[in-house]
């Protein structure tokens, strides 16, 4: 559950499970790609024509990069960039009347999960990037509202909360928070202060994790997983993108990270076909990726943005080979996803269970591996020890350590 829909619940608006019955629809946009723009579009189509009478609000990055959504802005009732976005949420009625009384239920078929975001907007220039023009410089949210937001997810029963941002390993460093100066002394505050079951982070940048505590997995309930982005395996190509690290530098990060703390799953992003990147440069992000042994890869071709340095730089790759050396990355992605998962079957992990799906319940654990099981009870939100079997089609089969009759892994 985001920080959107808390707020839209606590007015008193009531979430449906089908977009066809809904009053108010709000779309919230992607812009970091061209792609994630198209499915933007795409979606908003799709919604207007299933539900023709409602009001359908269109904010986030896309919104704010173009106001007329390429086109598409006239399908939408209102477009509200990033700028009066919070209004959607901060200002009761903002979005539509809600319903009267106080705040409404939270269904026990939503998320188990809640994105907690810890600060906005980000003071990197990456070449290829967009979205530090659409949020604005780096600004932290008070260390204050953050504990009694995941206090409140507590209460609501929530087991699991992801600190994210724009720039997330940048908490604290604009000076607004005496005495929560960064990232790891709000982690340490979370621990100490909540009671929450789970506290995962999101995407760190590689050279904020340096100055990350490691101490801090000392305590189990901060989940054994780092995402951090790597764009490309290719020092030339890491310099034309404005990114501040050379491939031996984050290669020794990760082997650090990875050596520290036991079971860690280390995802990332890549860009393939970046502008001057060659057939040599494209190998080596291969021979890195390989080498880190990542447990999940995001790969994305290189997509133009309009008005970042990239987009005019020479030596544009060709679209069809940046979709080759995407489909590269991704086979290869596939690979070490087997290896990670491979290397945990045996063991007994802590698991998330989230929903049900084709008669088995699905869940994550710790270190993000997507775990299935068959069980009769309810598990639907609930941490259990789970035995990692086998590795099935999505993910690995496990077997519920207790309070399930009829289980099996079959």
């Keep these: ?74 399908t939408a009732s209102r477009v509200v960039g990033n700028a009066a976005k919070r209004a959607l949420i901060g200002e009761p009625g903002q979005v539509a009347a809600p319903v009267a009384g106080a705040a409404g239920p939270r269904p026990r078929g939503g998320r188990t999960r809640a994105l907690v975001r810890v600060q906005e907007g980000c003071d990197n220039r990456c070449a290829y990037c967009v979205v530090w023009k659409l949020r604005g410089p780096q600004m932290s949210r008070p260390a204050a509202a953050i504990l009694n937001e995941v206090q409140e997810l507590v209460r609501e029963g929530r087991q699991e909360v992801v600190l994210t941002g724009v720039h997330t390993g940048a908490y604290g460093r604009d000076g607004s928070e005496p005495g929560v100066e960064d990232l790891s002394a709000l982690v340490r505050l979370l621990l100490a202060r909540t009671e929450i079951a789970r506290i995962r982070l999101s995407s760190i940048e590689p050279w904020d994790l340096a100055h990350l505590d490691l101490s801090l997995w000392d305590d189990s309930r901060l989940c054994r997983h780092l995402h951090v982005p790597l764009q490309s395996g290719s020092d030339a190509v890491l310099g034309r993108m404005g990114r501040r690290y050379t491939t031996a530098q984050y290669e020794q990060l990760v082997r650090g990270l990875q050596a520290a703390i036991p079971d860690l799953a280390v ?126 089609e999505a993910g690995v089969i496990g077997l519920i350590q207790d309070d399930c009759r009829g289980a099996s892994t079959s």
């Design 1 to 74: 559950m985001t920080a959107l829909e808390r707020a839209l619940a606590s007015q008193g608006h009531e979430k449906v499970a089908d977009a066809r019955a809904a009053d108010v629809i709000v779309l919230n946009t992607c812009a970091v790609t061209a792609e994630a723009e198209r499915k933007s579009r795409q979606l908003l189509r799709r919604l207007r024509r299933e539900n023709p009478r409602a009001e359908i609000i269109v904010t986030g990055c896309y919104a704010e990069l173009d106001a007329s959504l390429g086109g598409w802005a006239e």
């Design 267 to 392: 995802t990332t992003d890549v860009i393939a076909g970046f502008p001057g990147e060659s057939q040599s440069d494209h190998e080596s992000t291969l021979r890195l990726a390989h080498r880190c042994g990542f447990a999940r890869m995001h790969v994305f071709p290189y997509s133009e943005r309009p008005g970042t340095e990239a987009a005019g730089m020479a030596g544009q790759v060709a679209p069809e080979v940046r979709r080759r050396r995407a489909s590269e990355l991704r086979r290869l992605a596939g690979e070490l996803r087997q290896r990670f998962e491979e290397a945990q079957l045996g063991k007994t992990a802590e698991v998330l269970w989230e929903r049900r799906r084709g008669g088995r319940w699905q869940g994550l654990t710790s270190n993000y591996v997507s775990v299935s099981a068959e069980c009769e009870s309810d598990v639907r939100n609930i941490v259990k020890p789970t035995l990692l079997v086998v590795r099935g």
